[in-house]
């Protein structure tokens, strides 16, 4: 029996983690039923109030019912402790719009039975479908998937939402029927009810003041009994006969399941099973909605717990607690905000604060049902009225405000607003369901549209940048005047449908000037099948003009270059239009460039001592006395001319071949090139200024005759010949100069705007 108890301790630990905080949870509960319990009541009777007055009591029933079904399941299955599910207004105003469009359906207009019968099926159908969505974005680990919906969608649905919960509610303020018109009041005043009004306005009013002043009680319980005292004064001290229609009776019932077999048997006999498709497509937008709903209050309350919730297994509770409903024809249900938070101030730490919250709504309906029902319908209608000002969404009115930013920065915000406002009309002069489709497709547009303005984050030619190959100054004079028929373009994002014509029509206009086009490909995040017949297109159009198309930075271990071959991409290119970087890119159109002019002084030219910088200004006597301090070395392809990190610090005069300069990259020995030196440059300079260590590599890349300085015999030519070295530190000073210019120059070129 011990061991028996432990176990039952040990589950019971585990689904409520911290009963030692049951005072808590319980308060938690109480008042987030307190709140949910009168919201329910005017959800349910708002998106059944086409099946009329008689239908009232089950209406608040079914809402009620989603509050406890819901509400228990999300909390026992879901991940966040402090949610509390229930109706919500925009799943509440998409089974309105259903329930309304079957109401006027003349196929309908037969027995009341089978009408009721056919409107609860459509409802639980419409519900299962989207608790089964949900199950299904949760169970296959893409949950979060649902966040990304635009958010000037959600906003401009939430202003819609709003402001036609407030519309709704105002024939009932008013005490006219819900058919009624603005322009049939204007025309007859004298049919608006002053005591239903007063009794609505006295509910506001009441509900405004308790948000401010009254902390301990909900506001909406305050303006919902001031309403119902107010309606009751009326009636005993004003001698107002017909104060306005109540509720109802709400008699204490168990949820009857919907059976499937009536349902389909009465959509046979009044021939409506082709509103199957518009009753799953409402499904999947309820699973949708409910999902973001759900989502954001975790967002939300986990700024409160300091805990992360888990996408997937909320949507999964709360599936499963909207399937639950669909069962017995009542509301969907999804996370609330506000709930959530009343949960947490009054106590709430586990998910038994939200079982219990079921609970409560549960023994509410039970004892307090019959008491309800003599609430008056324009306190509820103030209520909701009261909700719907909630509901307006603070990021559209700030978004608003931002139009008076730069030209660009409002565009963006203009563009952002016009789809907000778009979907909250479609929301309130159509219906909810059009206006989400309708929203996203407007924002995926023009989502496409921002990224396919340009894909191109820089251009520079090769004029601007060079190769990390420094050559002979003849060709370096030759390229920094031809350098310009080498075009650099940097590419970012995705190359897609939407952005891979903007780039082929991008580089019509270039100039005809242009030898070599390079796209380095390093920010390139993805590429369509519509974007590998770019490349080919780009190829084919820049050759017609006797231009060399290369692609740089893409390997063969990347994603991108694996799907490129996989669509035949890389075979219609050629292998030889890729190189591993950029700066081998340029240093072959730089190659082709200078073959072209037939340029002299390649790498395999040796240069005489004399010719070279370091001599500029000296006689042929300290050109000769420099020969003698200086040493001959001849290294061939791979050897190793002084290491990173090594003490020696002497100079070297490159007279034929080339060296690379390369630095360790990483933890992984991986070396860089920095520079590729030749003829007449000097390398190692720096160590035998500051006498500091090495701070790079040097190889050979072929047969390479270098002449040597060392510190030690520059201190000889020093004491000796003080002329010839301030003029060789003049030189030295001059190349230097020439190398950080080149730098400084290429820094700007290469500077993000």
Same mark, same amino acid.
């Given at each position: 029996?011990g061991r028996l108890?432990?176990q039952?301790?040990l589950i019971?630990?585990?689904l409520?983690?911290a009963?030692s905080d049951?005072?808590g949870?319980v308060?938690g509960?109480f008042?987030?039923a307190?709140?949910?319990f009168p919201q329910?009541?005017?959800?349910?009777l708002?998106?059944?109030?086409p099946?009329g007055?008689s239908f009232?009591?089950?209406?608040a029933?079914?809402g009620?019912y989603s509050?406890v079904?819901?509400?228990?399941?999300a909390s026992?299955?879901g991940?966040?402790?402090?949610q509390?599910t229930?109706?919500?207004v925009?799943?509440?105003?998409l089974v309105a719009?259903?329930?309304?469009?079957?109401?006027?359906?003349?196929?309908?207009?037969?027995?009341?039975e089978?009408?009721i019968?056919l409107?609860?099926?459509?409802?639980?159908?419409?519900?299962m479908?989207?608790g089964l969505?949900?199950?299904?974005?949760?169970?296959s680990g893409?949950?979060a998937i649902?966040?990304?919906v635009?958010?000037?969608?959600i906003?401009g649905?939430?202003?819609g939402i709003a402001?036609?919960?407030?519309?709704?509610?105002?024939?009932?303020l008013?005490g006219v029927?819900g058919?009624?018109s603005?322009h049939g009041?204007?025309?007859?005043?004298?049919?608006?009810?002053l005591s239903t009004?007063?009794?609505g306005?006295?509910?506001l009013a009441a509900i405004?003041? #308790?948000k401010?002043?009254?902390?301990r009680?909900?506001?909406?319980?305050?303006?919902?009994i001031?309403?119902t005292g107010?309606?009751?004064?009326?009636?005993?001290?004003a001698d107002v006969? @017909?104060?306005?229609?109540l509720v109802?009776t709400?008699?204490?019932?168990?949820?009857a399941?919907?059976?499937?077999?009536?349902v389909?048997?009465a959509a046979v006999?009044?021939?409506v099973?082709?509103?199957l498709?518009?009753?799953?497509?409402t499904?999947?937008v309820?699973g949708?909605i409910?999902?973001?709903?759900?989502l954001f209050?975790?967002?939300?309350?986990?700024?409160l717990t300091k805990e992360r919730?888990?996408s997937?297994?909320e949507?999964?509770g709360?599936?499963?607690?909207?399937?639950?409903?669909?069962?017995? *024809?009542?509301l969907?249900?999804?996370g609330?905000?506000?709930?959530?938070?009343a949960?947490?101030?009054?106590?709430?730490?586990?998910?038994?604060s939200?079982?219990?919250?079921?609970?409560?709504v549960?023994l509410?309906?039970?004892?307090?049902?019959?008491?309800v029902?003599t609430?008056?319908m324009?306190a509820v209608?103030?209520?909701?009225?009261?909700v719907g000002? @909630?509901?307006?969404?603070?990021?559209t009115?700030?978004?608003?405000?931002?139009?008076?930013?730069?030209?660009r920065?409002?565009?963006?915000v203009?563009?952002?607003?016009v789809v907000a406002?778009a979907?909250?009309?479609i929301?309130?002069?159509?219906?909810?369901?059009?206006?989400?489709g309708?929203?996203i497709v407007a924002?995926?547009?023009?989502?496409?549209a921002?990224?396919?303005?340009t894909?191109?984050r820089?251009?520079?030619d090769?004029?601007?940048v060079?190769?990390?190959?420094m050559?002979?100054p003849?060709?370096e004079?030759y390229l920094a005047?031809? *350098?310009?028929?080498?075009?650099v373009?940097?590419l970012?994002g995705?190359?897609f449908?939407?952005s891979?014509d903007?780039?082929? #029509?991008e580089l019509?206009?270039?100039?005809?000037?242009m030898?070599?086009?390079i796209l380095?490909?390093r920010?390139?995040?993805d590429?369509?099948?519509?974007?590998?017949?770019?490349l080919p297109q780009?190829k084919?159009?820049i050759e017609?003009e006797?231009?060399?198309?290369?692609?740089?930075?893409?390997?063969e271990?990347?994603?991108?270059w694996?799907?490129l071959d996989?669509?035949?991409?890389?075979?219609?290119l050629g292998r030889?239009c890729f190189f591993?970087?950029?700066?081998?890119?340029?240093?072959?159109?730089e190659e082709g460039?200078? #073959?072209?002019?037939d340029?002299?002084?390649?790498?395999?030219?040796e240069m005489?001592l004399?010719d070279s910088?370091?001599?500029?200004?000296?006689?042929a006597?300290?050109?000769?006395?420099l020969?003698?301090?200086?040493?001959?070395s001849?290294?061939?392809?791979g050897?190793?001319?002084?290491?990173?990190?090594?003490? @020696?610090s002497?100079?070297l005069l490159v007279?034929?071949?080339?060296v690379?300069?390369?630095?360790?990259a990483?933890?992984?020995?991986k070396v860089?090139?920095?520079?590729?030196? *030749?003829p007449?440059?000097?390398?190692?300079?720096?160590a035998m200024?500051?006498q500091?260590?090495r701070?790079a590599?040097?190889w050979a890349?072929?047969?390479v005759?270098?002449?040597g300085?060392?510190?030690?015999?520059?201190?000889v030519?020093k004491?000796h010949?003080?002329?010839?070295a301030?003029?060789?530190?003049?030189?030295?000073?001059?190349?230097?100069?020439?190398?950080?210019r080149r730098a400084?120059n290429?820094?700007a070129?290469?500077?993000?705007?």
């Amino acid at each position: 029996m011990g061991r028996l108890g432990g176990q039952l301790a040990l589950i019971t630990n585990r689904l409520f983690p911290a009963l030692s905080d049951l005072r808590g949870d319980v308060a938690g509960g109480f008042t987030a039923a307190i709140i949910t319990f009168p919201q329910a009541i005017g959800y349910g009777l708002l998106a059944f109030a086409p099946l009329g007055a008689s239908f009232a009591g089950d209406a608040a029933a079914l809402g009620i019912y989603s509050a406890v079904l819901a509400g228990f399941l999300a909390s026992l299955l879901g991940s966040m402790a402090i949610q509390i599910t229930g109706p919500k207004v925009p799943l509440t105003l998409l089974v309105a719009v259903l329930v309304t469009q079957l109401a006027l359906d003349p196929r309908l207009a037969v027995n009341e039975e089978i009408r009721i019968t056919l409107i609860l099926g459509a409802v639980s159908i419409s519900v299962m479908i989207g608790g089964l969505f949900q199950i299904v974005l949760g169970v296959s680990g893409i949950g979060a998937i649902a966040k990304y919906v635009p958010y000037p969608v959600i906003g401009g649905f939430m202003n819609g939402i709003a402001l036609l919960l407030i519309l709704k509610q105002i024939p009932l303020l008013l005490g006219v029927p819900g058919d009624f018109s603005l322009h049939g009041l204007i025309a007859q005043p004298e049919l608006i009810r002053l005591s239903t009004l007063l009794v609505g306005s006295v509910t506001l009013a009441a509900i405004f003041l #308790a948000k401010r002043y009254v902390k301990r009680v909900p506001a909406y319980v305050v303006g919902l009994i001031a309403g119902t005292g107010t309606h009751y004064l009326l009636a005993i001290f004003a001698d107002v006969r @017909d104060p306005g229609p109540l509720v109802g009776t709400i008699g204490f019932q168990w949820p009857a399941p919907v059976n499937p077999a009536d349902v389909v048997t009465a959509a046979v006999q009044v021939g409506v099973l082709e509103l199957l498709p518009a009753l799953v497509f409402t499904g999947l937008v309820i699973g949708l909605i409910g999902a973001l709903e759900s989502l954001f209050s975790c967002v939300v309350s986990d700024n409160l717990t300091k805990e992360r919730h888990d996408s997937n297994r909320e949507l999964i509770g709360q599936g499963v607690g909207n399937l639950a409903c669909a069962l017995v *024809g009542a509301l969907p249900a999804a996370g609330s905000v506000p709930r959530s938070q009343a949960n947490f101030k009054a106590g709430g730490r586990t998910r038994l604060s939200g079982i219990l919250g079921a609970g409560f709504v549960f023994l509410f309906f039970l004892v307090l049902g019959p008491l309800v029902g003599t609430v008056p319908m324009a306190a509820v209608a103030a209520m909701l009225m009261f909700v719907g000002f @909630d509901l307006f969404d603070g990021w559209t009115v700030s978004l608003a405000r931002k139009l008076r930013a730069q030209v660009r920065q409002r565009r963006e915000v203009l563009l952002d607003l016009v789809v907000a406002l778009a979907v909250a009309i479609i929301t309130v002069s159509v219906n909810l369901i059009v206006a989400v489709g309708v929203g996203i497709v407007a924002a995926s547009a023009l989502f496409i549209a921002r990224m396919g303005n340009t894909i191109v984050r820089r251009r520079y030619d090769g004029c601007a940048v060079r190769s990390r190959k420094m050559r002979s100054p003849i060709q370096e004079q030759y390229l920094a005047g031809a *350098g310009n028929q080498i075009l650099v373009l940097e590419l970012q994002g995705p190359i897609f449908f939407g952005s891979g014509d903007k780039l082929i #029509a991008e580089l019509e206009g270039v100039s005809a000037t242009m030898r070599y086009l390079i796209l380095d490909m390093r920010r390139v995040t993805d590429i369509d099948s519509t974007g590998t017949r770019v490349l080919p297109q780009l190829k084919s159009l820049i050759e017609k003009e006797g231009t060399h198309f290369l692609i740089s930075n893409l390997a063969e271990a990347q994603p991108i270059w694996q799907f490129l071959d996989f669509m035949g991409v890389v075979g219609a290119l050629g292998r030889e239009c890729f190189f591993p970087t950029t700066d081998e890119a340029l240093e072959w159109a730089e190659e082709g460039l200078l #073959a072209q002019a037939d340029v002299p002084m390649g790498m395999d030219t040796e240069m005489a001592l004399e010719d070279s910088p370091l001599t500029d200004g000296m006689t042929a006597l300290e050109m000769e006395y420099l020969m003698q301090r200086m040493t001959a070395s001849l290294y061939t392809a791979g050897d190793l001319i002084f290491r990173e990190g090594d003490s @020696d610090s002497g100079m070297l005069l490159v007279l034929r071949g080339s060296v690379t300069i390369g630095q360790e990259a990483g933890s992984n020995g991986k070396v860089k090139r920095v520079f590729t030196y *030749g003829p007449g440059s000097v390398i190692g300079e720096l160590a035998m200024l500051d006498q500091q260590k090495r701070s790079a590599s040097a190889w050979a890349d072929g047969v390479v005759a270098v002449l040597g300085l060392s510190a030690d015999e520059f201190k000889v030519i020093k004491e000796h010949r003080p002329q010839l070295a301030v003029k060789l530190l003049s030189n030295l000073a001059r190349v230097v100069s020439n190398k950080l210019r080149r730098a400084s120059n290429e820094l700007a070129a290469l500077e993000d705007g």
